[in-house]
């Protein structure tokens, strides 16, 4: 099993930016999917998480501002990060518990970086 996430880039205060996060290989099924992000000489922080129901939470600084999703006939889950501001800037990671056969681990993805700049 393989998260891939993508969707980072250089872009304005103020813009926006989609991340997604695929996973592929063999799995029964997808439960539970975060999104943390790693800023430079900070800890990894957890920004959103999305239930196997649909319920979703977030960390205070993002709340209002970004949103996550996701796509099960994809096996895609996505964060829609509008509003964007300089403290956003990091590598953002997603993580999901994955159901192989009876059993449930943890995958996270690459990475990928955000950079919110003008």
């Given amino acids: 099993v393989q998260l891939q996430a993508s969707g980072g880039g250089l872009v304005q205060p ?3 930016l989609r991340l997604s996060c695929a996973a ?5 099924s997808i439960n ?4 943390y992000r790693q800023a430079p000489g900070k800890q990894r922080e957890l920004v959103a998480g999305l239930t196997s129901g649909g319920v979703a939470n977030y960390m205070d600084s993002v ?3 970004f949103t ?4 099960n006939a994809k096996n895609t889950v996505y964060l829609q990060m509008n509003g964007l501001k300089p403290e956003d800037t990091a590598v ?3 993580k ?3 159901r192989r056969d009876n059993n449930y681990s943890y995958y ?3 990475g990928t970086l955000v950079t919110v700049s003008s």
Wanted: charge should be positive.
């Fill in 14 to 16: 103020g813009g926006s």
């Fill in 24 to 28: 592929s290989g063999s799995f029964f």
């Fill in 32 to 35: 539970t999917v975060d999104w």
């Fill in 63 to 65: 709340k209002g501002r």
């Fill in 68 to 71: 996550i999703s996701r796509d």
């Fill in 92 to 94: 953002y990671y997603c």
């Fill in 96 to 98: 999901a518990l994955i």
């Fill in 108 to 110: 996270w993805g690459q």
